[in-house]
């Protein structure tokens, strides 16, 4: 130690150690309390379909095509407004929950994934999706989405960031990975 120089050493209020520590993913798990994650505003669907997003829209073409036997393509959406304000809204709803899970990626405690909340919800949707009683892959679609945006996850510390709007989206994620199906066969 000989030559280092103990003035650039200072002393820090334990308070504000403290503060600085509630913007980590550890703080929770140190003195309980919910989590501090900085939300972004959530991204906006971009004009043009993102490779990330192209199973999910894909099954939602599929679903139009089901309903009442249209030959619904992404080119023709357009010539379609029942269609395309579905198509939009859903584009919203699957980009708020890229948003949050974007958020959140690096920012919850140890073991705790954005993985886990699209498992909670996959469960309480899937019997609906499963269901036969569907007349078109859009009435499964939308029976599934609207029960999702009224489930509430449970035990989980993004619970109070989740809301209806993303829960519709994380049917879209895991519709985007097939674990939900819109046009059953």
């Not at 599929?62 to 036997?69: H, I, N, S, T, W």
């Not at 919850?108 to 996959?122: C, K, N």
């Not at 078109?136 to 809301?163: C, E, F, I, M």
């Amino acid at each position: 130690m000989n030559g280092f120089d103990f003035k650039r050493v200072g002393y820090k209020p334990i308070h504000e150690i403290v503060e600085d520590f509630k913007k980590t993913a550890r703080y929770p798990s140190r003195f309980g309390g919910g989590l501090i994650i900085p939300r972004s505003p959530d991204k906006k669907p971009p004009s043009e379909i993102e490779d990330h997003e192209q199973r999910y829209v894909e099954q939602l073409i599929e679903a139009y095509q089901d309903d009442k036997d249209n030959t619904v393509t992404l080119v023709t959406l357009t010539s379609h407004p029942e269609y395309q304000k579905h198509f939009n809204r859903s584009r919203v709803r699957y980009f708020c929950a890229e948003t949050l899970r974007h958020d959140v990626r690096d920012n919850l405690p140890d073991g705790v994934t954005f993985d886990q909340v699209q498992e909670q919800v996959l469960d309480a949707v899937a019997d609906i999706c499963d269901d036969k009683k569907h007349d078109s892959g859009l009435a499964r679609a939308n029976a599934v989405t609207d029960h999702a945006g009224s489930y509430t996850v449970q035990d989980h510390p993004l619970k109070g960031y989740v809301n209806s709007q993303i829960l519709k989206g994380v049917c879209h994620q895991l519709a985007n990975v097939d674990k939900l199906k819109w046009a059953q066969e």
